[in-house]
C-alpha cells in the first residue's frame, strides 16, 4: 500500500539534499583502514565490539545487506563490501542518496592522507564539492611550519606570538577570499569545551600555550591545540572574519558532555551577532538546547545530521520532534553519513506524516519543510546559488 500522503512522500524520499558536513571517502587502498563499525558508532578501541549490539547496528545491517547483496549479518555486510570492486562500491553507496552538493570537512585527525581529494567526490553528484576550513588544523601546521623554519633559533615571545597571530589570521582571511570555501569549523568542544571565553587573551596566556604547544611538537613531532585560552583565542579570530565575509562557523559538541551543551556558547554567540553560527550533529543529547538557541538568536542554526545511523529510528524520530518543538524550520540543515540519507528521509516522513495527520501542519506546509531542511536552508546560508536538480530519485511507492 502506497504512502498516506503522497506529494509529501515524494519531496521527502526524492527531494535533492546538500550535506551540509561531511568528510571525505577514503582512498581505495585505504578502504580498510578503519574498523567499519565506525559507520554505526562514535566509540573507540575495544568500545567498538558492543557497537554491533545496538538497534542502530541491526537496521543498519538490514539496510545495508539489501544494498549489497550480501548475507544479512554484520560480518557478511562487512565481507560483501570488501568484495566489492571499490569504484562499484561507491556509486552502490552514492545512487540512491539524491545528494546534490557535499561540503567536505577535509580536516580530520589522523585520516587526511588517506582520503580523496574533494573534487574526486563531483563524479557521484551533480554540483561540485565545498570546503570547510578545520580552523585548529590550519594552527596547528602553522606553528608547525614556523618552528621548522626557527629550529636552531628559539624565537622570542613577542616574535612568535606575533609571527603566529598574523600567519593564522592571513590563512582565514584567504580562505575567506576563496570561492571553494564556504564556511569554517572549530573542533573546541573535542578539545577545551564550548564555552568560549568572548574576552581578550593576554600575551602572557598565549605565549604560554604556544610554547606548551612547540615543546609537544620537539617530544612527538606533531601538534594538537588542547590549550583552552589559545583555542578560545582562534576561534574568535575566526567569528570576526566569518562574521565580516558571512561565511558560516561550525561547531561540534561531542565528547566532553558536561561542556557540550550549546548554552555553553550563549556569551560568544551575543558577542558575534553578525556570524552565523551552525551547531553540528542535532547538538545532540541536547537537541532542545540548541532548538532554543535557533528560535531566540538569529545568527544559530542546527544541523541536525549524525544521529544518522549511531541512533535507533524511534531515537531519530524523537531528536526530529525535539528539533522540531522550537527550531524555526527555516534554521535547520541536514547532514551524515551515506547510509544516513535513508534513514533520514524515512524518519521526515514519518514524523511530519504524524503531524499533517493531526492537523497541526497541512501537507503543503510539511513539503515545505522537507525542501528547507534538505536543501534550501544550506543553499542559502552558505550562499551555493544552486538550483534544486529535482528528479534524482524516485519516490517511494
Known sequence: MGPMYRELAKTAFGYPIIDNHAHPFLKSEHRDAIRYEVLISEAHGDALDDAVHTLACLRATAQLSKLLGSDPTWEGVNKKRLELDYAELCKLCMEPTGIQCILFDDGLGGIAEMAEDLNWHDQYTKSPSKRIVRLEVEGQNILQNILIANDNSPLSMGIL?????????ACMNDAAKDELVVGYKSVACYRTGLDVDPAPCSADELYQCLTAASEEFKEKGSIRFQHKALNDHLVKIVLDIAGKCKKPSL???????????????????????ETIFVLLHSSYPYTRDAGYLTSVYKNVYLDFGEIFPFISADGQRTVIREVLELAPTNKILWSSSILATTQAREAMYEVLADFVGRQDLTEDQAVSIVKMAFFENANRIYMLGLQPNVGILSPQS
Open 161 to 169: 606570538c606575533d609571527t603566529f597571530l598574523k600567519d593564522f589570521t
Open 251 to 273: 561547531g561540534d559538541n561531542d565528547i566532553a558532555l558536561t561542556k557540550s551543551s550549546p548554552a555553553h556558547m550563549q556569551p560568544i554567540i551575543k558577542a558575534f551577532p
